[in-house]
């Protein structure tokens, strides 16, 4: 006959100096599973006379109680140690230095934008927007590119297929497009952020998105513009001359950049001319506002009366000046990047040497430090 206490005292002993969850789990299954000794215990029960039987099943019974009950406390214990351990070792130290974490940076093209857009807001000019996807006319023929001109082949222009109307849409060559848009109010209806027709006095940039079939050193296929227009009585060339010149100047970053203009042939301004920059080319990369060179940074002039007419503006009493600037070319002056077709190739070195800081804006107003 087996000892219970005896067996209850070794179990309980065991039990005690379980030292994990699994040194436990084979302790229970030892002694309570299909084969363990107090299950045996139990099954002898069968084989009992009814009278041993009423003595024995008690004992047997509340053995069993009392060992499911010290192996369950001492699982509970198990587990609470355990997750002491874990909480000591697994402590988080906030004074130590955080990991290095890679940064996004501001594409150049995006920087020269916003700088551009903050000089120009504090002379007056809000942003207008048109659509890529241009129509012949807004491109060309309301521009006063007359039909079969050669000028129209000279933007290498990306036509898209015949549309089902006949009509072949294009990707424009230039923002010239929304001085129409900002100017001729339609009835089509056209999304919100698209220039639709504004009374004069006029003021506005127009930055976007361009598009030539050209590609060496100085030209990509997709490239950067940045339209202005002004509409108002009695403007003249002076006027325009101040405006670009105040915007070089705040742009580079030296009070007296030398400018001129130089005659020139636009079909939507008249007169026409390209504005130079005087620049040195020494060194081999170019140096903005000294030296012996001229550099040409934009091209501008009088609106021309064509225009105006089309977009049912009197030429008698509205006047005005535009001008386009290449933003991503202004970008390579300003921040010395040898060949402008770096900069849509998402290199990542190239764009990590070359791109800004998001957080390292010197200051936050104008961009500029
Ligand atoms: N649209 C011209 C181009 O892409 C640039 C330009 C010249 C814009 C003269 C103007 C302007 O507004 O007056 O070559």
Known sequence: MTDLSQLEAD???????????????????????????????????????????????????????RVAALIAEKKTALEAAELDARLAAERVDLTLPAPPRRKGGVHPTMQVLDEMIAIFAEMGFALAEGPDIEDDFHNFTALNFPPKHPAREMHDTFWLPENERGERKLLRTHTSPVQVRVMQRTNDKLPGWIANGQEPPIRVIVPGRTYRSDSDATHTPMFHQMEGLVIDRNIHMGHLKWTVDTFIARFFETPAVETRFRPHHFPFTEPSAELDVRCDRSGGEVKIGQGEDWMEVVGCGMVHPNILRTCGLDPDVWQGFAFGFGIDRLGTLKYGMPDLRDMFASDRRWLEHYGFSPFAMPNAATGLS
């Open 11 to 65: 179990l309980a002993a065991q039990i005690e100096a379980a030292a994990d969850a699994q040194a436990l789990e084979g302790l229970r299954v030892a002694a309570l599973g299909k084969s363990g000794s107090i299950s045996a215990l139990l099954k002898s029960l069968g084989a009992m006379s009814p009278d041993e039987r009423r003595e024995q099943g008690p004992r047997i019974n509340g053995l069993r109680d």
